[in-house]
Structure formats: structure tokens, C-alpha cells
């Protein structure tokens, strides 16, 4: 069964909610957006949640940005729940339209449904849902949802400010990240509910040549391009040396029992033999070799502005995600090392990885962990390393508990989908996404 995307829609249930959320093409660009969506995003998101935005403490931070406070009854350190409103451009071949958030044999299509108007919409079900049953929770509760995380944006910031001025100190901070993963690793049938205890630095550099230009009919050797593309290539030969912070050890180390026998002996003997746990996570693909080392990806070019011209300039942009343990100093050094010379390195941006939040036996860690368990019982609760970055970078100076978790099963290929094309989301799986939104504020201790 099937529909597409009607006017008037009834939002009596929470996927019909969802999809009017998606509807909204809420796109950061890096050099501009359109204001007028994210208006009438917020205005939507109004309509939808009258409790919420009745109910709660509401201020409006970073533009579109918005914070809530919901009262508890008891006096311990509050919790902090953030999402963000933002999606990227659209890319690649869709099988639906983007923005027309199709249904079709129990899943809703386009962009945002995992990132991050999922984990959104359920926060938000959530705490409407609670409100209208006369819910108190145990402690404060603050809703931070980001207007700009695509873009690397000053939101969040805004919200820390906000938090910090009014003299609040968090007792955990969950934000997107992790999620019930399913085909986690090679040879794993169980998903894997990955939390991230800690993200990697984002930063970002550009790499410039510059030449005479001229007519394309008398090229000189060695030119801009030329020399960009040696650049492009020594750098991918060249990688990062690969690094297993503490966090991924001991992540491998419980993993080991689960996995089929062929992985078993290599992963129980992580804190003996990374070595060997590394190669075999390089051999396995991008995905786990994120989880070993400091990554390079280049993401932009440029060069001559017309095809019969030689450029004068080309240039190529890096997007690396710094490990911990790794500097964003010694990535530099490296960059340089090995473009060598004649080629310009320039950092646009510099975030070091962030700090690691305690995870087995901490009650907070512990307490997510519970939830899981419960809604998602064939899932096995691990903290790791994320790869990617979130606003809750942001929260780590206000907060040594912050957590990077989405409560929303995916596949491999729903992974792959975030920021690429096709991104979907099972509906019975986002009605689990907010019960268990819904027992994490329900089982909060005082």
C-alpha cells in the first residue's frame, strides 16, 4: 500500500505528523537558506505540539532555534534532549521525491526521516503524549532543537549560552548519533544499540596551486590542476596511521562473544593485538575503518572557470574527522607532509575530537542502557566512537555526560542513506523511537 503527499492531511497519529515535518524543506546551505521554511517549520511544529509549546518554558535561541524547559518535581541536576530542525541538500537519484515524504509498505520516505526530524518528531511525540496524561518528570527537562547543525552553525552555541547564563549544569545530555544498528560489523546477526561516549573533531582545510593560466592549446607541465591531483592522490595513498582509543577496545572486546567464530578470536583480542583488529577493520570497509583512525575525505574541487582555459588556481577541500587521540595540530602536519610542496594549505576550520564521556557503570550511561534493553530487547547496549559531528560538541563544556543516541533501528543501508539519497524510516520502527523517548522521561530518577 501506498500514498503520496495530500493537502490537509489528518495528524491524528504520530507518522502523519512525521510526514508533515518532512514535507517542509528545511535545508541548510553553507552560503545561504530560506528563512521562510524554517518559519513555517516552527509554525508547523506549533500546530502539531500545542502542549508542548503551551505547556513548557519556550525561548528562542540562534534564529530558529529553540529551547525548552519543562519543570520536574524533584530538585536533581537536569537532563538535556536536543535535535535538530536542518536537513542537507538533496543528492544523488531518489526513488520518491525528497520532500513529498512517501509512504509505501510501512516506511516513510525523504529527506530528514533519519536526520534529524525522526529523533525530532519523536521527542516531540513523546512529551505531548506525557503532557496530555498529566506527566510530571522527576527533574527538569530541557528541549534543545538546533536550527543550523548542517552547516557547522552557531545554534547550539546560542542554546549553551542560554543554559550556562541561566546556571545550568546537566546531568546528561542525549543527543542524535548512534542508533540500533543492524549488520554492525561482519559476522554480527544481533543489532548493536551504539551510543557515542565521545565524536571526532570535524575540521576542515583547503589545498590551493596556483599557476600563470592561459589557452588550453598551450598547456604548460605541472600545472594548478596537475599538482592538486598529485596532491589528491599522495593523500589517499598516505593515509592517517590508525588508532583504537580505549572506548573502541573495549567496545570489541564485549562484542567478541557475539560475533560468528571467524571474527571472534580477532576482536577478543583487541587489547592485546590492536594491530590485528585494526587491519581487519580496514579490510572490512569505510564504515569500520572509520572506527580506526582519523579520516581524510576530499569533498570539493575547482579549477578553470571555462574548459579552453587553463586555471590559474584549483583548489580542493578536505573534510577530516580527528580521532581521539589525534590532534588536529598533528593532521595538519601530516597534510602538509605529504602534499609537499607548491601546494597551500589553509584551515577553514579546527575542531578537536571531543572529550569521552563515562559509560559502563555510570548511572546515566547505565540508565539509557535500561531503555534499550526494554523496547529494543534483541539490541545490545555499547558505547563508541562517533564519526560524525553533532551540536552536542557544543554541551561538553556545560556537561561531562553527553550522549550521541537516536532511538531508531537502521539498516546498513538506511546508515548510508543519511545525507545521501533514499533516506527512509520504518514507521513501526519510529513509534519504538518514541516509546522509548517516552520511558527515558518516564524512568528519570529524582
Not at 589525534?326 to 595538519?332: I, L
Not at 563544556?397 to 532511538?407: E, G, N, S, W
Request: aromatic letters at 6%.
Amino acid at each position: 500500500m501506498s500514498d503520496g503527499a495530500g493537502a490537509g492531511e489528518d495528524h491524528d497519529d504520530p507518522v502523519s505528523r512525521l510526514r508533515e515535518l518532512v514535507r517542509v524543506p528545511t535545508v541548510s546551505h553553507p552560503d545561504h537558506r530560506d528563512e521562510a521554511a524554517f518559519d513555517r517549520f516552527l509554525d508547523l511544529l506549533a500546530r502539531l505540539f500545542p502542549l508542548l509549546h503551551s505547556a513548557l518554558e519556550l525561548t528562542r535561541v540562534g534564529g530558529h532555534g529553540l529551547l525548552f524547559r519543562w519543570a520536574g518535581t524533584g530538585g536533581g541536576d537536569p537532563v538535556v534532549l536536543m535535535a535538530h530542525t536542518d536537513v542537507v541538500p538533496v543528492a544523488g537519484r531518489w526513488t520518491h521525491p525528497p520532500f513529498d515524504a512517501h509512504t509505501e509498505d510501512g516506511w516513510v520516505w525523504g529527506r530528514g526521516t533519519l536526520d534529524d526530524k525522526g529523533p525530532l518528531g519523536a521527542i516531540c511525540e513523546a512529551v505531548e503524549a506525557l503532557l496530555a496524561d498529566g506527566f510530571t518528570p522527576a527533574r527538569d527537562v530541557w528541549l534543545s532543537f538546533g536550527c543550523d547543525e548542517e552547516v557547522f552553525g552557531s545554534g547550539a552555541e546560542a542554546a549553551v549560552a542560554e543554559l550556562s547564563a541561566r546556571g545550568v549544569r546537566p546531568w546528561f545530555v542525549l543527543d542524535e548519533g548512534g542508533a540500533v544498528a543492524a549488520e554492525a560489523l561482519p559476522g554480527l546477526s544481533r543489532p548493536l544499540a551504539v551510543i557515542g561516549v565521545t565524536e571526532k573533531g570535524t575540521t576542515s582545510l583547503r589545498l590551493t596551486a596556483t599557476g600563470k593560466g592561459g589557452h588550453a592549446s598551450t598547456p604548460a607541465r605541472n600545472g594548478p590542476t596537475a599538482r592538486i591531483a598529485r596532491a589528491i592522490s599522495r593523500l589517499e595513498r598516505t593515509p592517517l596511521p590508525p588508532r583504537l582509543p580505549e572506548v573502541t577496545l573495549r567496545l570489541f572486546g564485549d562484542l567478541a562473544p557475539l560475533v560468528a567464530p571467524p571474527l571472534r578470536p580477532v576482536l577478543a583480542a583487541a587489547s592485546r593485538l590492536p594491530r590485528l583488529v585494526t587491519r581487519a577493520l580496514i579490510a572490512a570497509g569505510p564504515e569500520t575503518t572509520a572506527l580506526a583512525r582519523t579520516t581524510i575525505a576530499v569533498t570539493t574541487l575547482s579549477g578553470s572557470p571555462a574548459i579552453n582555459v587553463v586555471a590559474a588556481t584549483a583548489t580542493a577541500g578536505l573534510n577530516i574527522r580527528v580521532m581521539p587521540g589525534d590532534t588536529v595540530a598533528e593532521v595538519v602536519a601530516h597534510v602538509r607532509r605529504v602534499v609537499g610542496p607548491g601546494i597551500e594549505v589553509e584551515v577553514l576550520q579546527a575542531n578537536e575530537a571531543s572529550p569521552v564521556s563515562p559509560h559502563r557503570g555510570d548511572p546515566a550511561f547505565d540508565l539509557l542502557g535500561r531503555a534499550i534493553t526494554a523496547v529494543f530487547p534483541d539490541a545490545t547496549p555499547m558505547p563508541y566512537v562517533m564519526m560524525a559531528a553533532t551540536d552536542s560538541r557544543h554541551f561538553t563544556t556545560l556537561c561531562d555526560r553527553v550522549y550521541r543516541f537516536a532511538p531508531l533501528r537502521m539498516s546498513k543501508a538506511q546508515r548510508e542513506s543519511i545525507h545521501a539519497a533514499d533516506e527512509r524510516v520504518e514507521t513501526s520502527a519510529y513509534l519504538d523511537g518514541i516509546r522509548w523517548f517516552r520511558l527515558l522521561l518516564t524512568t528519570l530518577p529524582a
